[in-house]
């Protein structure tokens, strides 16, 4: 089951029955029904970047984060988040078949999630006006000044490759220093390039 709410983005000790409404296993998806307001204060709660912004601003983030084939559909006052898998029903009985995972996928590397989430949280602060520039943050932080730009260019990943990373998806082989190395473009589509050849140079 951990499998199939980590789409929801909770920590693994949160607290699930207060969020869950009820889940449907059918044939070829499982729908997951949420309660709207429980669901919202737990991402706020896990998300510092995400206390200022309007429901709909949030609902529409976790969108992005989903994979082409799941969806998280506002029905008034539960969230419905729809997702994948297969079902096998055996002597009045269901299980649920995980969906297959390619060769090259990874398991979660903590030291890109954190990454990710640090460069969200100090673009926000950028952007929010709490500080003034890259060099306010890193005097902030006590880093580096190249180490923070660097880190900082992780927020303006594009939302598949932001998506991938926290899912554990990533390119089999990327590690946090060759993407903190690599020259990544604003390009959304030029960035997947990059990132596949700065996994590959970290698989030598």
Do not use: Y
């Not at 499998?3 to 449907?24: T, W």
């Not at 590397?109 to 520039?133: D, F, I, P, T, Y």
């Amino acid at each position: 089951m951990s499998s199939v709410m980590a789409p929801l983005g909770l920590p693994e000790d949160c607290p699930i029955q207060p969020v869950v409404r009820r889940i449907e296993i059918l044939s070829n998806s499982i729908v997951v029904r949420l309660d709207r307001t429980s669901i919202l204060a737990a991402w706020r709660a896990v998300d510092p970047d995400a206390r200022g912004k309007s429901d709909l601003k949030i609902i529409e983030s976790r969108r992005e984060l989903l994979s082409s084939s799941e969806s998280l559909h506002d029905e008034g006052e539960q969230l419905n988040m729809t997702l994948p898998v297969r079902a096998r029903f055996r002597g009045g009985r269901a299980s649920v078949l995980e969906p297959t995972i390619s060769a090259g996928s990874a398991s979660p590397n903590m030291a890109l999630v954190k990454a990710v989430a640090r460069a969200h949280s100090w673009r926000q602060m950028l952007l929010g006006g709490e500080v003034s520039s890259v060099e306010a943050l890193a005097r902030r932080f006590g880093q580096d000044w190249g180490h923070v730009a660097r880190t900082l260019s992780l927020g303006f990943l594009s939302p598949a490759l932001t998506r991938a990373i926290i899912r554990g998806e990533q390119p089999l082989g990327l590690r946090l220093t060759r993407l903190l190395a690599a020259d990544l473009p604003l390009s959304w589509r030029e960035q997947e390039t990059v990132v596949t050849g700065a996994a590959g140079i970290a698989g030598l």
